[in-house]
Every structure is written in structure tokens, then in C-alpha cells.
């Protein structure tokens, strides 16, 4: 049974950081893709930032490159979210999500990661 389980969200100042981690087990995590999505209340979830089965490939949307970082520890089954220069647009439910199938996937596609974590809230307010 795949289970996604994030933790490190929180409370932050604009301009301040915190470090998503997302505990997997139930699959073979080191062969599938990983991604991060987000969500405020009222809108539609949106992708935040993929990386590819062994790490060499990320992608960030365009809000949030160059402040944030994906990364992946397969060894501990853990994926990782830095996130620095943070803004109040920043504030929502973070989303841990694990590709539909082992091998390649489009990393700035969200519908190809349909399994998804419970989430952790990141509030960021001055």
C-alpha cells in the first residue's frame, strides 16, 4: 500500500524558509518519479516542482524558481522540498505525489502523479 506522509510545514516570515521532507514506503520509491504539488482553498491544486527517478531531472514551476528545491534521498525513501525567500502567495496545503508509473514521466504534468500524500499546511505571514 503506497503512503506518501509529509511533514515540515509550518509557520514563516515573508523572506524566511522551511524544509518539506515526504516519508514513502509501499513502493519502490527510487524507481518512480516524485513531485510536489499545493493548494490554497477555492482554487485548483497546482504543481510546484518535480523530480525524475534517480534525481537527474527537476522542474519548478515558474513561481517559485530559484527559491525552492526538490531533491530526493532514495536510500531513505525521502523526498525533499527547500523552500527559501518564501512570500505569503507561498501560504497552502504542500503535497507529496508519487508518479502513476515506475521509469520517465513528464515532470511539469500533474495529472501523471495522481497518488498524493495528506498534505502539510505552510502558512507564511508577516
Known amino acids: 500500500q503506497v503512503q506518501l506522509v509529509e511533514s515540515g510545514g509550518g509557520l514563516a516570515h515573508p523572506g524566511g524558509s522551511l524544509k518539506l521532507s515526504c516519508a514513502a514506503s509501499?513502493?519502490?520509491?527510487?524507481?518512480?518519479?516524485m513531485g510536489w504539488l499545493r493548494q490554497t482553498p477555492g482554487k485548483e491544486i497546482e504543481w510546484v516542482s518535480g523530480?525524475?527517478?534517480?534525481?537527474?531531472?527537476?522542474h519548478y514551476e515558474d513561481s517559485v524558481k530559484g527559491r525552492f528545491t526538490i531533491s530526493r534521498d532514495d536510500a531513505k525513501n525521502t523526498l525533499y522540498l527547500q523552500m527559501t525567500g518564501l512570500k505569503s502567495d507561498d501560504t497552502a496545503v504542500y503535497f507529496c505525489?508519487?508518479?502513476?508509473?515506475?521509469?520517465?514521466?513528464?515532470?511539469?504534468?500533474?495529472?501523471?502523479?495522481?497518488?498524493r500524500g495528506q498534505g502539510t499546511q505552510v502558512i507564511v505571514t508577516s
Open positions: 509501499g513502493f519502490a520509491f527510487h524507481t518512480f518519479a
Open positions: 523530480i525524475s527517478q534517480g534525481g537527474q531531472r527537476t
Open positions: 505525489a508519487k508518479a502513476e508509473r515506475s521509469g520517465w514521466a513528464q515532470l511539469d504534468n500533474k495529472r501523471q502523479f495522481p497518488s
